[in-house]
């Protein structure tokens, strides 16, 4: 039956309590389920906003620049553009354009060269000559985080407080809303008349009037429509609830982006759907300064037109697997596969979200809880550097690189703090790496600089320092500060950690196709430690993982990154052990630092993270391991939780009815259940209604 016919069937019954009325699809618990962010309410609205050519508007605005003028980020002379403006795109200028390349297709573009450190200075700034001298400068992506701040900031004052609020900032122009509350609270006020009574016989499970309108303004918003054939029909359906807060959504999200235009001078690209999937697809799908609302009925027909390769989580590894087991990239050609060979091929867990995926279904929720987690400032050398003087320049940038984005974090207001300062250094194929505590009465930019220095000297007490291809520091562990009377005590290292200076050793030695060359390169690289420390049980279990949808950038500025809930903050502890000094060579030790090494005498084998005591090094050492087992496995869960649990759901469901031919239809209702639980772990029986909802 198609799906129109089951919308018609639908609504032309005549439920108990409202004689010869049309009802809706939904019930009101559905509508109920909008106010607590279920994330799998069928009414659920996710929003995507995207900022057009977000550095070069960054540079226009800061510049002043006409908008009709092609202008182009560039990163030293012979690399790729890293953003391109509209304008300057009609010439078929792209980031995979050299700035002379881009010159001969339009003479007249604008190139501005980022922001730089230069090597012996203590600020970045915009420099006439910075793309010669890749060897002493550092790119700065300050100017365009401030930005991205701002813009944050402007959009959660735009937005109602007070629950109503739902924002996750995905990268550094990327923003979602879940706008469910908010939108569930304006329905309330514009159709109290058939939203805000109790349901007919005090049951939630009855489904709603139909929604009095016949027509929906959806003013210039980018509609995706229904595609040919069968499916067209349901646009002579009357709107229904969904539609309805779709419309709602995409009016807010219009002034949304009208406030950032207003006060900030930036436009951006929205999508409007039922989820973070969709919407993120959306935001891409008509650009610049527009919007594009995927209302429920027209999933299928979007999506399948789309290489699978291009949805969120499938751009990577698992992507290519799929591609390879059916040799093909269109989610068209997927559809028509049985979920039952899709979990044959690709396993049960992948083989029903995949399914799902193909069909516009994700639960995954809008994190408003997304924090940085580390920070890393780092140089790939061309030449490579030779002495310990140059060395020396560098920590200073670095350290006042990550103290300056400390301070945008609130370090100085006590909000927040890292613990652990870490030191990368490599050396031909060897990389080797140091870390240790922060104690916090040293959090400033000149100890920093001398905890930096420290684990430097660390690391050429071993020898085969020079040359050195890079080096990156990076502080990590960030807790929560307490407000109030408390103030700076509240920072104050716990006992162990102010005493041991914990150090890790990390020597691996890689091909040189693996080379860390870039700071991008690196995060991946520095998870690859951990995970060989870990053996095969946790190799699995990352083998599996979606990756996250920041920090996959090839081009981004090569030395300069930021992790939202990354592992970074973890560290690698393959080979831990306590170091005894501080001091750089022929300098004092800080004066802090001696303070607290005085006071507090080092123990042997204690746990700095848990302050376990453990009877040698190889028991400190398994203690450790387990400790990186259990971080590894607390990050996977915070970072796919929503979707993990609802893709496992999902396989028992279908694992319950292997071989009935039933799969499918389970793997559809799982997602379009109505289950108060918004993890989606348990899965009822789908709720009278849900099965109408149509994914294509
Ligand atoms: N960026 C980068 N290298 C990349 C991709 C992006 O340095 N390979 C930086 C520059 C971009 C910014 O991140 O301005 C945002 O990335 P987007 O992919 O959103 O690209 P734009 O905002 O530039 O363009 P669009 O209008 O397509 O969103
Ligand atoms: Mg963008």
Known sequence: MSSSSFRNRHRDSSPAGAPGRKRSQFTYRHFNQMASYNTSCPLRVVAHLDLDCFYAQVEMVRLGIPEDKPLAVQQWERQGLIAVNYPARAFKIGRHCTVTEARRLCPELIAQHVATWREGDDKWAYREDAAEHI??????????????????????????????????????????????????QVMLERYGEELGGPPPYGDVSEELPMPAVTALDWKADALVDLGEGDRQEGEFDDPDWDDVALLVASEIVRN???????????????????????????????????????????????????????????????GEQVADAFKTEAVSDLLTVPIEQLRQKLGDENGVWIYETLRGIDTSEVNSGTQIKSMLSAKSFRPDITTVEQATKWLRIFAADIFARLVEEGVLEHKRRPKTINL?????????????????????????????????????????????????????GFEEGVSGNMGIDSFLVKGDEARVLKSSESARTSSSKEALDTSTRQ?????????????????????????????????????????????????????TYVASGMGWPGEPLPEEAQADSRRSPITPHACSRCDANLGGPEELQSHLDWHFAKDLQEEEEERVSQAFANRQASTAVNNARAGSQKGAAAASSASASGSNKSTGRSKKKPERGQSKLNFG
């Open 135 to 184: 060897a002493t400068d550092k790119v700065s992506l300050d100017p365009y985080r401030l930005e991205s701040r701002r813009i944050m900031r402007v959009i959660k004052e735009h937005l109602p407080g007070g629950g109503l609020q739902k924002v996750e900032k995905a990268s550094i122009d990327e923003v979602f809303l879940d706008l469910t509350a908010h939108v569930h």
């Open 523 to 575: 995060q991946p690289a520095a998870k690859r430690r951990r995970i060989d420390g870990a053996g095969g049980g946790i190799q699995r279990f990352l083998t599996t993982k979606r990756e996250p949808s920041q920090d996959t950038r090839t081009t981004a500025p090569e030395d300069d990154l930021v992790r939202r809930n990354s592992g970074e903050a973890k560290l690698g502890t393959s080979k």
């Open 424 to 476: 990368h250094h490599r050396h031909g194929n060897q990389t080797r790496s140091r870390s240790g505590p922060i104690p916090a009465r040293l959090l400033n930019e000149e100890s920093l600089f001398e905890l930096a220095k420290n684990l430097f000297h660390q690391i050429t007490l071993e020898g085969d320092t020079w040359p050195c291809s890079n080096l990156s520091l990076s502080v990590a």
């Open 256 to 318: 949304v982006r009208g406030v950032i235009r207003e006060k900030l001078g930036y436009s951006c690209s929205a999508g409007v759907s039922r989820n973070k999937l969709l919407s993120k697809l959306g935001s891409a799908h008509k650009k610049p300064n527009q919007q594009t609302v995927i209302r429920n009925r027209a999933v299928g027909h979007f999506l399948s037109g789309f290489k699978f390769t291009k949805i969120r989580n499938l751009g990577g590894k698992l």
